[in-house]
Nanobody, 124 residues
Framework: VQLQASGGGLVEAGGSLRLSCAASGGTFSRYRMGWFRQAPGKEREFVGSISFGGGSIDYADSVLGRFTIPRDNAKNTVYLQMNSLKPEDTAVYYC??????????????????WGQGTQVTVSS
């Protein structure tokens, strides 16, 4: 499976942005999907994840109530809807798939397929 992330850009604080992650190959509907981000000089951090059927969604405390992760298995796509954006949300955002296990995880090394990343910049 290959992942292609898109939708990043520059937005003012308080604004919204929706990232998309399109999968090709593999069996997307069987994978837990995750979103991570990495700001300059910082480690990659967990943003959220969604189970293959969408019934289990987990968010980092820093984005809870502001971000959501819808997925459309018919389109082989997972999204990251980001609302009420803050300057501290500025980072490169990555989508990732956990193809070898469906178990919930916040650890980046549990996800074995990664997209290329898309830059999100939130101005104050």
């Amino acid at each position: 499976v290959q992942l292609q992330a898109s939708g990043g850009g520059l937005v003012e604080a308080g604004g919204s942005l929706r990232l998309s992650c399109a999968a090709s190959g593999g069996t997307f509907s069987r994978y837990r999907m995750g979103w991570f981000r990495q700001a300059p000089g910082k480690e990659r951090e967990f943003v959220g994840s969604i189970s293959f059927g969408g019934g289990s969604i987990d968010y980092a405390d820093s984005v809870l109530g502001r971000f959501t992760i819808p997925r459309d298995n018919a389109k082989n796509t997972v999204y990251l809807q980001m609302n009420s954006l803050k300057p501290e949300d500025t980072a490169v955002y990555y989508c990732a798939a956990r193809t070898l296990s469906a178990v919930y995880s916040r650890l980046a090394d549990r996800y074995d397929v990664w997209g290329q990343g898309t830059q999100v910049t939130v101005s104050s």
